[in-house]
C-alpha cells in the first residue's frame, strides 16, 4: 500500500470518536443524578448491582446521545458549535451512529432490567424514546417550547435510580424529577442569551430567536420562580433534612435574584458588559442543581442517624 | 515511494481494537459479576434452610 491509497483512510474513526457519540459531558449529568435517586432511595441495594444500574443508565443516556446525532446530522454540519462532530466531520457514517444508538439502547434497558427489575427497565426505555423520538424528532424543529418538554428526558434519570432501587415510583422522586425539569429551561435560556448561535440558520426555533430576548427573560424568571416550590418541597420529604433545607433556601433565593436581575436588565445593558448577569446566572445554574443533589447525598450518607428528619 | 509503516490509521485502528476489546471485556466481567451479586444470597438462603430442615 502507498502513502496515496492511504490517503483514503484519513478520516477513520478512533475509539475516542464511537465514544463522543454519546455526549459524555451530557452522560455525567444523568450518572450524577441517577446515582442520587439510587441511593438516596429507602431499599439498600448490593452496591455491584448498584455499579451496574448506574453504568447501564449512562450507557442508555449515551445510545439516546448517538440516536439524536444521527437524526440531527443535517443541523450539525450547520452550526458551528457541532460540525467537528464525528459525523459532520466525515469520521462516522450517520447510520453507523444510528446502529449503535439501537444496539447500545437495547442492551442497556436489558441489562438494566435484568440488573435491578422491570419497572426501572421500562423507564429506561421511556426516557430513551423521549429523549430521541419526542424531543430530536419532533418537538426541537418545531416549538421554541422544545427545551421545555424535551427537558423531561434529563429529568428522568434520579427517578430510574430511585425506581432501580425501590421497582416504584414516589412523590419523592417525582419531586426530583421536577426539580430538573423546572431548572432546564432558566438553566438553558441563559446559556442562549449569551452564546451567539446558530440555531436560526439550522431552522431550529428557539425562543430568543421567535419570541425576542425579552420574552425569553420573562420566561427565565417565570420558571425560576415556579422552581423554588419544588425545590424547597423535597426538603420536607422523607429524603430530605436540615442540611438540604438549608441549601435549599439559600441555592433558591439567589437563583430568584439572578432571575430577577435578569427580568430587569434591558439588552443594551448586557450587551455593554458582554452578558456578564447572564454569564453568571448560567454558572450558579450549574451550582445548583449540584448542590441541591449533593445535599440529598449528604442527608442520605451521614453516619449516626444525623442526615435526614 | 517508501512504505509508510505506522499511518495515522493505523493508529486509529489500534485504538477501536484495543477499545473494543476492552469494552467486551469489561461486559463479561459485569456479566460475572452480576450472576455472583444475585446468585449468592440465594444460596445462602438454600442453606440456612437446609440447616433447619436437618
Redesign the interface.
Known sequence: ???FS?NQ??D?????D??SLLKPRVMSLVVFTAMVGLIVAPVSV?P??AF?AI?FIAIGGGASGALNMWWDADIDTVMKRTKTRPIPAGKIPAIEARNLGVALSGISVV?LA??TNIVAGAFLAFTIFFYAVVYTMWLKRWTPQNIVIGGASGAFPPMIGWAAATGGIAMESVLMFAVIFMWTPPHFWALCLFMKSDYDEAGVPMLTATHGRRVTRNHIFAYTLLLAPFAIGLGFTSIGGPIYLAVAVVMNALFIKGAWTIWKRKEDTSLDDEYKVERSFFKLSLAYLFLHFGALMVEALLPFGLGGW | MSLVREHEMHKRRKSRNIGLGGVLILFVTLVFGLTIAKVSPLMNEVTAQNETSQ
Open positions: 500500500m502507498t502513502d492511504a483512510y484519513e477513520e474513526a478512533s475509539f475516542g464511537y465514544f448490593n455491584f448491582v451496574t453504568l441489562m435484568l440488573a
